[in-house]
């Protein structure tokens, strides 16, 4: 019977889609105890390595969540958490151990997954998201589970949740996902709700989810539903990186090495790429993995591109008004080094010098275009990353030091809300001066878009060049 249950109680064995995962020893107990006693809501969001979790108090005992924390809980876990931390293992995806490869299941667990009905005899509220499809080019799906704090009153408790997602296309092949919570003792006059949010990724399809939940008295509180993994009219030109049918974990890990891409054997292309890693809020002081997310996400579909074969990159903050990482004509992009690069990046914080210097953020634009601009000569100069608006632009006098340009530049304007900030912002008004092209990116049909003009526009000026050259020998 303990090795049965050790089958769903593998918490530790790897991060997944959802994972919950509060490791004390990583990042230290959350002490609530200081904290008013009236009925609030605590959000702690895990942010996966890019700082510490971020706690907001809300006025309710129930939490919402924000559109934009709704999105980074695909590719992150969200706990939302009522007067008390609970310990959440990392959801496990589950290997079969049983003959033919089958996951051995407990009888009254596999019989509550195969009845498909609805049980509450732990009360709880499950909530189905709608798979959605991330600049990953993955589908992300998940769910919401809301449990009123009265289940748990009195003493600590175990949460085991258990659930299978099939695919329309492989009903005999099953994807079954489990994961444990610890439950702290909950005071018996405590009010609100615990709230939990899990996630894995779709390849295009139709699914079928059951799930369940259950805590150490076998009370179980179950749902199913079915989930459509379907392109919109605007994405069908997209290829899905998953498979028809395929259910995976979520990707947890941002900055995974990248797989080998088989470069087109016609002559390559030399791309130089200037990204500032900063919030799409300037005066924010954390940059929020969903934003993170999407920046990666932007530099991936540059570096999958068969006919770029060199790579420079300059990432930057203009916050801190420094560059964080730079590598130089390289065959790949080191996605590792990079974020372990961001780890530095430190907002919120003012260098008392360059407070005191008028426009120093202005002369740090200027001067990294200049220096960046002027470096060899690339195919293309490609500027990605937020909207940077300044109390001072570029002077054109600065820009005019470099001379003609004789390459292409892009900016690749990364703007989850354009309506809000629809101006131009100083790096476009830089591009702009190089007569150059601006891209904005909202969803992943823009940069897929986005990449594809990208990769023509160089494609036109390097035979220009080449018939230029040839026409005047």
Not at 139 to 159: I, K, M, N, R, T
Not at 360 to 379: K, V, Y
Request: aromatic share 8%.
């Amino acid at each position: 019977m303990s090795r049965l249950r050790a089958l769903y109680n593998r918490g530790q064995q790897g991060s997944a889609a959802g994972a919950l995962a509060l490791e004390p020893t990583a990042r230290g107990a959350l002490d609530f105890a200081n904290h008013s006693p009236r009925p609030v809501a605590l959000c702690v969001m895990l942010t996966g390595g890019m700082g510490e979790p971020v706690i907001r108090k809300e006025k309710r005992s129930l939490c919402f969540v924000s559109p934009a924390a709704r999105q980074f809980r695909r590719l992150r876990a969200v706990a939302v958490l009522a007067l008390a931390p609970f310990a959440l293992h990392s959801q496990t995806l589950l290997t079969g151990d049983g003959p033919g490869g089958h996951v051995i299941l407990f009888n009254s667990d596999l019989a509550i997954l195969e009845a498909g009905d609805p049980r509450s005899d732990l009360a709880c509220s499950v909530t189905p998201d709608r798979p959605a499809l991330g600049f990953d080019l993955r589908f992300h799906a998940g769910y919401d589970v809301s449990v009123p704090l009265q289940e748990f009153a009195g003493s600590d408790d175990v949460l085991t949740i258990l659930f299978r997602v099939t695919s329309q296309d492989h009903q005999a092949e099953p994807v079954y996902f489990t994961q444990r919570v610890r439950v702290p003792p909950i005071d018996s006059d405590a009010k609100g709700f615990a709230t939990l949010q899990g996630a894995f990724d779709l390849g295009p399809g139709n699914y079928h989810v059951d799930w369940l939940m259950r805590d150490r008295s076998e009370r179980v509180c179950s749902s199913s539903w079915d989930s459509g993994a379907v392109l919109t009219n605007r994405e069908k030109t997209l290829q899905p990186s998953l498979a028809i049918g395929a259910v995976e974990r979520s990707v947890t890990e941002q900055f995974q090495e990248e797989p080998p891409v088989r470069r087109s054997p016609s002559p390559s292309m030399n791309v130089r790429i200037l990204i500032n890693f900063a919030p799409q809020n300037s005066l924010a002081s954390t940059l929020q993995p969903v934003e993170t997310s999407a920046l990666v996400s932007i530099l991936r579909g540059i570096s999958r591109e068969p006919r770029f074969g060199k790579f420079s990159l300059v990432a930057f903050n203009m916050q801190d008004q420094r560059v964080i990482f730079r590598q130089d004509d390289a065959d790949r992009i080191d996605f590792p080094a990079l974020g372990d690069a961001l780890q530095s990046i430190r907002l919120g914080t003012v260098d008392y010098h360059k407070l005191a210097e008028k426009h120093s953020d202005t002369e740090f634009l200027a001067s990294l275009i200049r220096q960046e601009a002027g470096a060899g000569h690339p195919d293309a100069l490609i500027f990605a990353g937020p909207k940077i608006m300044l109390d001072s632009d570029i002077p054109s006098d600065s820009l005019k030091k470099l001379g003609d340009i004789d390459f292409p530049v892009f900016y690749m304007n990364y703007n989850r809300n354009p309506q809000a900030v629809p101006w131009q912002d100083s790096i476009g008004k830089a591009v702009k001066f190089f007569r150059g092209y601006e891209y904005t990116i909202t969803e992943p049909r823009d940069l897929w878009l986005a990449v594809n003009e990208i990769v023509t526009h160089i494609v036109k000026s390097r035979n220009e060049r080449s018939a230029s050259a040839i026409s005047s020998r």
